[in-house]
């Protein structure tokens, strides 16, 4: 049985390949990290004045986003894709490629801000797709009335926003003291392989 799903695995792969229209660049952050972006490559789109820029979730990356990447091309938007730090073939902060670490959500709107400066004309009106962590930044990004003004957001949606953590079966309180005291006794670095 498990031969039989190994080849319709593979099988799958080689009928449905990842896209590679993609062109990837990095952009330099103040901090000096880099960020990678993904621009969908489509000559229809080359002086369209709608530019869409998707936000994935945590843990995603650029290739993972092809086919909302080409949806959105054939629509007619110029796509943009972000490799949040962290992830996928951006800067980290820490050796460890399996952790994803931040110091604030801050750096994570800096990240669509430089994105923006790297590729935004001045006609153009800025649509932002955003799903899970992804939603959760492009809130935060909207929430920020001096970006606002800076790029207007004629669109955003928002798939399955992370509107905050599960920590089931204990209430948020009790998560929240456990991972205060595990920090205090030295326990910060320490994570589990889901």
């Given at each position: 049985?498990?031969?039989?799903?190994?080849?319709?695995?593979?099988?799958?792969?080689?009928?449905?390949?990842?896209?590679?229209?993609?062109?990837?660049?990095?952009?330099?952050?103040?901090?000096?990290?880099?960020?990678?972006?993904?621009?969908?490559?489509?000559?229809k789109v080359e002086n369209s004045k709608k530019l869409l820029i998707i936000c994935p979730g945590r843990a995603s990356f650029?290739?993972?986003?092809?086919?909302?990447?080409?949806?959105?091309?054939?629509?007619?938007?110029?796509?943009?894709?972000?490799?949040?730090?962290?992830?996928?073939?951006?800067?980290?902060?820490?050796?460890?490629?399996?952790?994803?670490?931040?110091?604030?959500?801050?750096?994570?709107?800096?990240?669509?801000?430089?994105?923006?400066?790297?590729y935004h004309l001045k006609d153009d009106k800025i649509y932002l797709v955003g799903s899970s962590m992804g939603a959760q930044i492009v809130m935060r990004f909207l929430q920020d009335q001096q970006l606002t003004?800076?790029?207007?957001?004629?669109?955003?949606?928002?798939?399955?926003?992370?509107?905050?953590?599960?920590?089931?079966?204990?209430?948020?309180?009790?998560?929240?003291?456990?991972?205060?005291?595990?920090?205090?006794?030295?326990?910060?670095?320490?994570?589990?392989?889901?």
């Amino acid at each position: 049985m498990l031969k039989k799903l190994y080849f319709f695995f593979i099988f799958f792969i080689l009928l449905n390949p990842l896209h590679a229209e993609f062109s990837y660049r990095f952009i330099q952050q103040p901090d000096g990290l880099k960020i990678r972006v993904g621009v969908w490559n489509n000559p229809k789109v080359e002086n369209s004045k709608k530019l869409l820029i998707i936000c994935p979730g945590r843990a995603s990356f650029i290739e993972k986003n092809d086919r909302l990447a080409q949806h959105f091309s054939d629509l007619g938007f110029k796509v943009v894709v972000i490799d949040w730090r962290g992830q996928g073939g951006s800067d980290r902060l820490v050796e460890n490629p399996q952790k994803v670490h931040i110091d604030d959500y801050q750096a994570y709107i800096q990240d669509i801000q430089k994105t923006l400066e790297a590729y935004h004309l001045k006609d153009d009106k800025i649509y932002l797709v955003g799903s899970s962590m992804g939603a959760q930044i492009v809130m935060r990004f909207l929430q920020d009335q001096q970006l606002t003004s800076q790029y207007p957001i004629e669109a955003a949606v928002l798939l399955v926003p992370m509107f905050g953590l599960k920590t089931n079966p204990y209430p948020p309180f009790i998560a929240r003291a456990a991972a205060w005291i595990a920090t205090r006794l030295g326990y910060q670095d320490c994570y589990w392989v889901w």
